[in-house]
T-cell receptor
Framework: DVKVTQSSRYLVKRTGEKVFLECVQD?????MFWYRQDPGLGLRLIYF???????EKGDIPEGYSVSREKKERFSLILESASTNQTSMYLC????????????FGSGTQLSVL | GNSVTQMEGPVTLSEEAFLTINCTYT??????LFWYVQYPGEGLQLLLK?????DKGSNKGFEATYRKETTSFHLEKGSVQVSDSAVYFC??????????FGTGTSLTVIP
């Protein structure tokens, strides 16, 4: 079975802290995505990557960066966490150029105090 | 641009009731359309999809038909069960690799 694993289910951080959210997949998928999910706003794309060391900005990249040093791992970094980054963060993957199906992790609920 | 609009929730139905969740989209070109479902405490998973006009996607008793003339992809089920309680997201994928999601509709089915 396809597996997308996010390192933490719940995370509490303080304003100004540097935060790392990790996502690991075991499916050898080329594409990886980071979304945030907020009530009334649905899913919004933060960053995505088509290959190792490649990254593309999504719709709301401000305040975030990403790293993809290995194919199976895609990290989301909050350089200096702020309260408006309190959200559910979802990692997703998909295969190749057809990209017709996303596989999601269970999400990380981040609270920034 | 590309966007998806789906009906506001929450929706509460009795078991065996008929379900419709409306979804309309705006897109250039010919997008693929999807319904994803998120059960409590889990990530989203694909429920069904349709890749061209007049296609019908179906899975687990759910159906949706790609209507180009009305730019719609409404989700329907004839008889819902308690286990269908979840959040449902309509989405589109256009040329390129980005998906665009609606805001989600929460469904609660009561026995």
């Amino acid at each position: 079975d396809v597996k997308v694993t996010q390192s933490s289910r719940y995370l509490v951080k303080r304003t100004g802290e540097k935060v790392f959210l990790e996502c690991v997949q075991d499916m050898d998928h080329e594409n990886m995505f980071w979304y945030r999910q907020d009530p009334g706003l649905g899913l919004r794309l933060i960053y995505f990557s088509y290959d190792v060391k490649m990254k593309e900005k999504g719709d709301i990249p401000e305040g975030y960066s990403v790293s993809r040093e290995k194919k199976e791992r895609f990290s989301l970094i909050l350089e200096s966490a702020s309260t408006n980054q309190t959200s559910m963060y979802l990692c997703a993957t998909s295969r190749g150029t057809t990209n017709e199906k996303l596989f999601f992790g269970s999400g990380t609920q981040l609270s920034v105090l | 641009g590309n966007s998806v609009t789906q009906m506001e929730g929450p929706v509460t139905l009795s078991e065996e009731a008929f379900l419709t969740i409306n979804c309309t989209y705006t897109a250039t070109g010919y997008p693929s359309l999807f319904w994803y479902v998120q059960y409590p405490g889990e990530g989203l998973q694909l429920l069904l999809k349709a890749t061209k006009a007049d296609d019908k996607g179906s899975n687990k008793g759910f159906e949706a038909t790609y209507r180009k003339e009305t730019t719609s992809f409404h989700l329907e089920k004839g008889s819902v069960q308690v286990s269908d309680s979840a959040v449902y997201f309509c989405a589109l994928k256009n040329t390129g690799n980005q998906f665009y999601f609606g805001t989600g509709t929460s469904l609660t089915v009561i026995p």
